[in-house]
């Protein structure tokens, strides 16, 4: 089976513009989790969407949002960007949404605002 | 409210030397625990799960962890360190019930010398 995989590898942006990033999960898998990682604050939670409603939602300002569609693929979008989105972004599937379920992450979408 | 903490940021073995890798967690529920490592440039990598079904728990490329609930710890441990070990692991709790977020440590960087 293919791995979850994300595009774009890499963005650069600058600020005050929107970006918008993809994540294909697992084929089969049905949940799809975000996640921002920096040097500062370590590796924080996003959203989890499962069948397209989003069940969480992590403590970050409305800027950022996201969306599931049927075929499980999801998108985030960050609108007016700021300097300090620079990030790695990490998408994470699983099959459903037991808590002692595996969650596999994504090689990421780098995230640059100049 | 769920926690996790790394004890050290930074370990350094020779290799063929043990492996320990500290940390401790904060949960008001019987919560289930990982261990990711992720290498430079690459996804984040499952090692290992505690779900409750056994307190010592075996993971992939000989790295184990015990829970201990009386002292609310799960660290990761090694017999031998092998360079390709060097990479940066993170102990990960989940952060409700429902599963429906992981909650990650700071991460802890190992470095192998030989």
């Known amino acids: 089976k293919a791995g979850v995989t994300q595009t774009p590898r890499y963005l650069i942006k600058t600020r005050g513009q929107q970006v918008t990033l993809s994540c294909s999960p697992i084929?089969?898998?049905?949940?799809v989790s975000w996640y921002q990682q920096t040097p500062g604050q370590g590796l924080q939670f996003l959203f989890e969407?499962?069948?397209?409603?989003?069940?969480n939602k992590g403590n970050f300002p409305g800027r950022f949002s996201g969306r599931q569609f049927s075929n499980s693929r999801s998108e985030m979008n960050v609108s007016t960007l700021e300097l300090g989105d620079s990030a790695l972004y990490l998408c994470?599937?699983?099959?459903?949404?037991?808590?002692?379920?595996?969650?596999?992450f994504g090689p990421g979408t780098r995230l640059l605002v100049l | 409210a769920q926690s996790v903490t790394q004890l050290d940021s930074h370990v350094s073995v020779s290799e063929g030397t043990p492996v320990l890798l500290r940390c401790n967690y904060s949960?008001?529920?019987?919560?289930?625990l990982f261990w990711y490592v992720q290498h430079p440039n690459k996804g984040l990598q499952l090692l290992l799960k505690?779900?409750?079904?056994?307190?010592l728990v075996k993971g992939i490329n000989g790295f184990e962890a015990e829970f201990k609930k009386s002292e609310t710890s799960f660290h990761l441990t090694k017999p031998s360190a092998h360079m390709s070990d060097a990479a940066e692991y993170f102990c990960?709790?989940?952060?409700?019930?429902?599963?429906?977020?992981?909650?990650f440590g700071k991460g802890t960087t190992l470095s192998v010398s030989s």
């Open positions: 994470a599937s699983r099959q459903g949404t037991a808590a002692q379920e595996t969650q596999y």
């Open positions: 084929s089969g898998h049905r949940s």
């Open positions: 969407y499962f069948s397209e409603t989003q069940r």
């Open positions: 949960s008001s529920y019987s919560p289930s």
């Open positions: 505690y779900t409750s079904a056994a307190t």
């Open positions: 990960v709790v989940t952060m409700n019930q429902a599963g429906t977020a992981l909650i």
